[in-house]
């Protein structure tokens, strides 16, 4: 059974910090490209971020450009965000899913995690 298990959200001050980890299971890993969205309140969904499994190329939203970055650890199954520089307009549902490709697109996702960042 294919599981993304997201962790790491909580509340932080804006200027903060925080990192997101997305423990996964029942795939293999290492041969899929994996991201993370998010969604505000009363919005809608959020591509943020993702990272390929061939080369490790990076891809960002321009909104988060700069003082998000992804990263995976392939060994671990696990991919991570490290938010910096957090604005109140960060804050959201954050959910990491699984890539399945072009025309099927994000095909398992988490549960998602909170991100709550006070001004």
């Known amino acids: 059974e294919v599981q993304l298990l997201e962790s790491g959200g909580g509340l932080v001050q804006a200027g903060g910090s925080l990192k997101l980890s997305c423990e996964t299971s029942?795939?293999?890993?290492?041969?899929?490209?994996i991201g993370w969205f998010r969604q505000a309140p009363g919005k809608g969904l959020e591509w943020v971020s993702a990272?390929?499994?061939?080369?490790?190329?990076?891809y960002y939203a321009d909104s988060v450009k700069g003082r998000f970055t992804i990263s995976r650890d392939n060994a671990k199954k696990t991919l991570y965000l490290q938010m910096n520089s957090l604005k109140p307009e960060d804050t959201a549902l954050y959910y990491c899913?699984?890539?399945?490709?072009?025309?099927?697109?994000?095909?398992?996702w988490g549960q998602g995690t909170q991100v709550t960042v006070s001004s």
């Open positions: 029942g795939f293999f890993f290492d041969e899929y490209t």
């Open positions: 990272i390929n499994t061939d080369d490790g190329s990076t």
């Open positions: 899913a699984r890539y399945l490709g072009y025309y099927s697109g994000y095909d398992y």
